[in-house]
């Protein structure tokens, strides 16, 4: 069985780092990604991360140069570290897991985490 179980602060400052540990599946050969969804609103992809090395990194330009996704197959853990956070970043935050190479859109991913909220004060 399948499991992808973030973890995050919750209440957020400035700067902080999500996680994501998976089990159940072949890590290392699996692209990785964050995705977000605010109250009313999309869902939205906030990074992508290739298989492997992780050499390949997708961020849509609401969050380019504040956040940042790595990956440690050692670990089989994701991270998120979100920078210059602002009360727009405030959603439910999801990993999610899909069998390509490095996966853009969300039709590809087929494993998801539970969700994190992550609350930015103003």
């Known amino acids: 069985q399948v499991q992808l179980q973030e973890s995050g602060p919750g209440l957020v400052k400035p700067s902080q780092t999500l996680s994501c540990t998976a089990s159940g599946l072949t890590f290392t050969r699996s692209a990785m990604g964050w995705f977000r969804q605010a109250p009313g609103k999309e869902q939205e992809l906030v990074a992508a991360?290739?298989?492997?090395?992780?050499?390949?990194?997708y961020y849509p330009d609401s969050v380019k140069g504040r956040f940042t996704i790595s990956r440690d197959n050692a670990k089989n853990t994701v991270y998120l570290q979100m920078n210059s956070l602002k009360p727009e970043d405030t959603a439910v935050y999801y990993c999610?897991?899909?069998?390509?190479?490095?996966?853009?859109?969300?039709?590809?991913?087929?494993?998801w985490g539970q969700g994190t909220q992550v609350t930015v004060s103003s």
């Open positions: 991360i290739s298989d492997w090395t992780g050499t390949n990194t």
């Open positions: 999610a897991a899909s069998p390509a190479v490095i996966a853009i859109g969300r039709e590809l991913y087929n494993q």
